[in-house]
Structures are given as structure tokens and as C-alpha cells.
């Protein structure tokens, strides 16, 4: 299961976890839509450690779904940078 509204779960990272080709690919796919703000799902497969894009939301689940205080307390941040 890969939809938390199914039963699967949910976990937040670091960015400085993710390699940087999975970064990378987000800001693209993110780019590719044009969206400033957006919530990029994707697996990483446990034998290959290749990633795929699943989707690229229109926005993040910032009220809703898991980790809500932790997505709108990474949001602020950006927005105090800015």
C-alpha cells in the first residue's frame, strides 16, 4: 500500500537524507508543473534503490493526513527564510 487514506504510512525525513538525485528529481517534477509549493510522493525500491515519482500533488496535505504539525512548522520556516 502506498495511500495513507488505505493504511499505509507516512514518513518525514531531512531533506539531508534524501540523495541528492531524489532531490533533484522533485525540484523537477515540482518544476515541470510549475509549483512552488507541492507535496512530491514517491517509493524507493528496496532492491534497486531506485526511485519513482508517484505523483506530484497540487498541495500538500497541510491540514489534513499525517504529520499535519510537522508539515506546517516546515512550511513557516520557509516562508521566515523568505
Avoid at 531533506?15 to 510522493?41: C, N, Y
Avoid at 514517491?42 to 497540487?58: A, C, K, M, P
Wanted: glycine share 4%; charged share 20%.
Amino acid at each position: 500500500l502506498n495511500n495513507t487514506s488505505q493504511g499505509a504510512t507516512a514518513e518525514m525525513v531531512d531533506v539531508e537524507v534524501l540523495p541528492q538525485e531524489e532531490q533533484h528529481s522533485a525540484v523537477a517534477a515540482a518544476s515541470l508543473f510549475s509549483r512552488e509549493i507541492t507535496g512530491v510522493d514517491f517509493v524507493v525500491n528496496s532492491q534497486t534503490g531506485e526511485h519513482t515519482i508517484l505523483e506530484v500533488n497540487n498541495l500538500p496535505q497541510l491540514e489534513t493526513g499525517q504529520h499535519v504539525d510537522d508539515k506546517l512548522k516546515a512550511l513557516t520556516e520557509v516562508f521566515a527564510k523568505i
